[in-house]
């Protein structure tokens, strides 16, 4: 078989929410350029599914005579127009944002509909259009069982003809991705979480923790949700409440801000400057440590201003209020809002500048009682669509509605003077008037509920997943370093201090500090010699039962065993190698002296994520397994040409099938 190019090779990646692909291997490798979303709509006809949700339109919009049926409308495509006698003609239009009656194949991992699965494969394979010659590199979830690695080998092979076809692991592929042969590797998806143990490039099956549910991003945004419903929060709100900058996972028993803990420092030696800016003491030594606005209620404060009652409740539900009849009323007041505060800036230009220069310092996310983010109302946007309010109406109300960073654009002129809604989007009649497409944003403001996405065990369970998994590896001597690899991947950790957490966590639960470890007896540290007995009542060091050595360096049987290797675990490379083994024979000893130590870590850390891809640098790695996935296809299909069976070809299917796909693994 000729060798493969980079050019050639497919990658595919599945997930439960969104599912990633790329044909071709770049020279830097890069992120995923096809993603998509892991989700298929059932077709007109039975049997079949269709990428977007395609609906029936009333209406006589049929194209101009020369123009194709076919065109883009706010985001929308209408496909086609069917005669229907004396009615109006109906069309379909594809409604490329809703998911209503989606259905979503891949569920924690799993593939709990191989129909939906098989469609959603094909539509990212013709996306991506490749050429003839294209092998296939499949991401495998760790829950995917090996009859169902069999029958994703036969749909592959006999659906697109592909030479040749691979599969890897994704816990294995984040390993490549990081360049190291052991890794413990913490992939936290959409509904669960995903904990295994690499070592020298093998997955350890035994104790791996699959498809741990209840762990992933959904979890966090079910836990805002509960704190937040009463204030009128839908999921939709908390999932990008979530994704934005103001969503933070705090470390363990850090105090909210607002709370007492976080409000009273220790040592106040000034109590009128506390209670007016934060700071501990006067003088501009404290003043400099803090940087701190006043606590407010007012302008310019660390509360701001104090907000009317009908605010502070709770989110206006702004879509109640335009279906509601009272659209007209809602957008003047709008409108009357936004010419004062054109008004009030073009008046007092030069004293909000010398005003911005005197403020104080901005406080840290983490310090703010409260903070908005800017919520993208897909539901107001629809609800206006189905008012039928004409192109240039609508695009008026969006202009007014929308409080996001290109509303300045419609307020201002190039004078700096307000302009109108039309004035903003060009010519009424004009194309660009019904060429304004995506959300309505909305500033949106959240209280400490925003820490509190991790506030349903989220990490401790992981934690406990964490310990099971490198307890249960039978390499003893690995388990040190497999806590200190640790890999945490996936986008259900995109939030913000959610990696940080989870090691604060982890490391509470489980790591034992050599320092502390004294509590237990009175001993001296290990790390201390101990004088050698001189007298003739000394006891001498001797084998016991447990294996002690005494003075040669080993535990006595009056010892800790926790105890020992928590303090000598730290010296072990220090002393000569010849001191492992005092005497030939004693190779039971020496396990034995590593075996609590893996039980106790006294070590616990992030592996670094490496430096030579910029690309990912910018974007971070919580793709990683995409990366190492981009490694292995090139080692394989270029470099390697199947030497080590990393791949199955079409002659090997045609001989073994598909149940062969057991015997070509990375």
Same mark, same amino acid.
């Given at each position: 078989?000729?060798?493969?190019?980079?050019?050639?090779?497919?990658?595919?990646?599945?997930?439960?929410?969104?599912?990633?692909?790329?044909?071709?291997?770049?020279?830097?490798?890069?992120?995923?350029?096809?993603?998509?979303?892991?989700?298929?709509?059932?077709?007109?006809?039975?049997?079949?599914?269709?990428?977007?949700?395609?609906?029936?339109?009333?209406?006589?919009?049929?194209?101009?005579?020369?123009?194709?049926?076919?065109?883009?409308?706010?985001?929308?495509?209408?496909?086609?127009?069917?005669?229907?006698?004396?009615?109006?003609?109906?069309?379909?239009?594809?409604?490329?944002?809703?998911?209503?009656?989606?259905?979503?194949?891949?569920?924690?991992?799993?593939?709990?509909?191989?129909?939906?699965?098989?469609?959603?494969?094909?539509?990212?394979?013709?996306?991506?259009?490749?050429?003839?010659?294209?092998?296939?590199?499949?991401?495998?979830?760790?829950?995917?069982?090996?009859?169902?690695?069999?029958?994703?080998?036969?749909?592959?092979?006999?659906?697109?003809?592909?030479?040749?076809?691979?599969?890897?692991?994704?816990?294995?592929?984040?390993?490549?991705?990081?360049?190291?042969?052991?890794?413990?590797?913490?992939?936290?998806?959409?509904?669960?979480?995903?904990?295994?143990?690499?070592?020298?490039?093998?997955?350890?099956?035994?104790?791996?923790?699959? !498809?741990?549910?209840?762990?992933?991003?959904?979890?966090?945004?079910?836990?805002?949700?509960?704190?937040?419903?009463?204030?009128?929060?839908?999921?939709?709100?908390?999932?990008?409440?979530?994704?934005?900058?103001?969503?933070?996972?705090?470390?363990?028993?850090?105090?909210?801000?607002?709370?007492?803990?976080?409000?009273?420092?220790?040592?106040?030696?000034?109590?009128?400057?506390?209670?007016?800016?934060?700071?501990?003491?006067?003088?501009?030594?404290?003043?400099?440590?803090?940087?701190?606005?006043?606590?407010?209620?007012?302008?310019?404060?660390?509360?701001?201003?104090?907000?009317?009652?009908?605010?502070?409740?709770?989110?206006?539900?702004?879509?109640?209020?335009?279906?509601?009849?009272?659209?007209?009323?809602?957008?003047?007041?709008?409108?009357?809002?936004?010419?004062?505060?054109?008004?009030?800036?073009?008046?007092?230009?030069?004293?909000?500048?010398?005003?911005?220069?005197?403020?104080?310092?901005?406080?840290?996310?983490?310090?703010?009682?409260?903070?908005?983010?800017?919520?993208?109302?897909?539901?107001?946007?629809?609800?206006?669509?189905?008012?039928?309010?004409?192109?240039?109406?609508?695009?008026?109300?969006?202009?007014?509605?929308?409080?996001?960073?290109?509303?300045?654009?419609?307020?201002?002129?190039?004078?700096?003077?307000?302009?109108?809604?039309?004035?903003?989007?060009?010519?009424?009649?004009?194309?660009?008037?019904?060429?304004?497409?995506?959300?309505?944003?909305?500033?949106?403001?959240?209280?400490?509920?925003?820490?509190?996405?991790?506030?349903?065990?989220?990490?401790?369970?992981?934690?406990?997943?964490?310990?099971?998994?490198?307890? !249960?590896?039978?390499?003893?001597?690995?388990?040190?370093?497999?806590?200190?690899?640790?890999?945490?991947?996936?986008?259900?950790?995109?939030?913000?201090?959610?990696?940080?957490?989870?090691?604060?966590?982890?490391?509470?639960?489980?790591?034992? !500090?050599?320092?502390?470890?004294?509590?237990?007896?009175?001993?001296?540290?290990?790390?201390?010699?101990?004088?050698?007995?001189?007298?003739?009542?000394?006891?001498?060091?001797?084998?016991?039962?447990?294996?002690?050595?005494?003075?040669?360096?080993?535990?006595?049987?009056?010892?800790?065993?926790?105890?020992?290797?928590?303090?000598?675990?730290?010296?072990?490379?220090?002393?000569?190698?010849?001191?492992?083994?005092?005497?030939?024979?004693?190779?039971?000893?020496?396990?034995?002296?590593?075996?609590?130590?893996?039980?106790?870590?006294?070590?616990?850390?992030?592996?670094?994520?490496?430096?030579?891809?910029?690309?990912?640098?910018?974007?971070?790695?919580?793709?990683?397994?995409?990366?190492?996935?981009?490694?292995?296809?090139?080692?394989?299909?270029?470099?390697?040409?199947?030497?080590?069976?990393?791949?199955?070809?079409?002659?090997?299917?045609?001989?073994?099938?598909?149940?062969?796909?057991?015997?070509? !693994?990375?």
């Amino acid at each position: 078989m000729p060798p493969f190019k980079d050019e050639q090779i497919i990658i595919i990646a599945p997930g439960s929410e969104t599912t990633v692909a790329q044909l071709g291997l770049p020279e830097s490798f890069t992120p995923a350029r096809l993603r998509v979303r892991s989700r298929m709509f059932p077709a007109q006809k039975e049997g079949e599914w269709e990428p977007y949700k395609v609906r029936r339109r009333q209406g006589k919009l049929a194209a101009p005579a020369g123009e194709p049926q076919d065109r883009a409308q706010n985001g929308e495509v209408a496909k086609t127009a069917i005669p229907d006698g004396d009615e109006d003609d109906v069309l379909y239009e594809e409604d490329r944002v809703s998911e209503e009656g989606a259905v979503w194949p891949i569920q924690e991992g799993r593939i709990v509909n191989w129909s939906c699965f098989f469609a959603l494969i094909t539509h990212v394979y013709n996306a991506l259009n490749p050429p003839f010659h294209t092998p296939i590199l499949l991401i495998a979830q760790p829950v995917w069982t090996p009859k169902e690695h069999e029958k994703l080998t036969q749909f592959f092979f006999e659906k697109f003809k592909t030479p040749a076809f691979g599969m890897m692991d994704a816990a294995l592929a984040t390993s490549w991705a990081y360049g190291v042969h052991t890794s413990t590797i913490v992939d936290v998806g959409k509904d669960k979480a995903d904990v295994t143990a690499v070592s020298e490039f093998i997955p350890h099956t035994q104790g791996r923790v699959i !498809s741990l549910a209840g762990c992933g991003g959904e979890a966090l945004t079910q836990a805002l949700l509960s704190r937040l419903k009463s204030k009128g929060f839908t999921r939709e709100m908390c999932e990008q409440l979530k994704k934005s900058p103001i969503c933070e996972i705090l470390p363990p028993d850090t105090p909210l801000p607002g709370t007492r803990e976080a409000s009273e420092p220790d040592n106040i030696t000034n109590p009128a400057a506390a209670a007016s800016t934060g700071a501990a003491g006067s003088g501009p030594a404290a003043a400099s440590t803090i940087g701190n606005a006043p606590r407010g209620p007012g302008a310019d404060t660390e509360v701001g201003d104090d907000t009317g009652a009908e605010e502070s409740e709770g989110v206006l539900d702004v879509a109640s209020i335009v279906t509601g009849g009272r659209m007209n009323e809602y957008l003047a007041k709008k409108e009357k809002e936004k010419q004062e505060k054109a008004a009030a800036k073009k008046k007092g230009g030069a004293e909000a500048a010398a005003a911005a220069q005197a403020r104080p310092v901005r406080l840290p996310n983490s310090k703010r009682e409260k903070a908005t983010f800017l919520y993208e109302d897909h539901a107001l946007l629809d609800s206006l669509k189905n008012m039928n309010l004409g192109s240039v109406k609508l695009a008026e109300a969006q202009a007014t509605l929308d409080e996001g960073p290109q509303k300045k654009a419609h307020e201002e002129g190039a004078d700096g003077e307000p302009t109108s809604a039309l004035e903003a989007n060009g010519n009424a009649e004009g194309p660009s008037m019904t060429s304004r497409a995506g959300p309505i944003r909305r500033e949106i403001e959240v209280g400490t509920e925003r820490f509190m996405a991790a506030s349903n065990d989220v990490l401790e369970r992981i934690a406990d997943a964490v310990h099971r998994t490198i307890s !249960s590896v039978d390499e003893v001597n690995k388990r040190s370093e497999l806590w200190d690899s640790l890999i945490v991947c996936g986008n259900g950790s995109r939030v913000r201090g959610f990696k940080e957490a989870l090691l604060a966590t982890i490391q509470s639960k489980y790591l034992i !500090s050599p320092s502390s470890a004294t509590i237990f007896t009175s001993e001296i540290p290990s790390n201390i010699s101990t004088p050698a007995g001189t007298g003739a009542n000394t006891p001498q060091p001797q084998l016991g039962p447990h294996g002690g050595l005494g003075g040669l360096g080993g535990p006595s049987s009056q010892v800790n065993p926790l105890l020992y290797a928590a303090t000598t675990a730290q010296t072990q490379h220090l002393m000569p190698p010849s001191s492992n083994l005092m005497m030939s024979g004693m190779s039971g000893i020496s396990h034995n002296m590593h075996s609590s130590h893996g039980q106790t870590p006294t070590s616990i850390k992030f592996l670094k994520p490496p430096e030579y891809f910029p690309e990912w640098k910018e974007v971070g790695f919580d793709e990683a397994t995409f990366l190492g996935a981009q490694v292995a296809a090139k080692v394989i299909f270029v470099v390697d040409q199947g030497q080590s069976k990393g791949y199955m070809t079409r002659p090997d299917y045609n001989d073994q099938g598909p149940t062969g796909i057991h015997d070509y !693994s990375l």
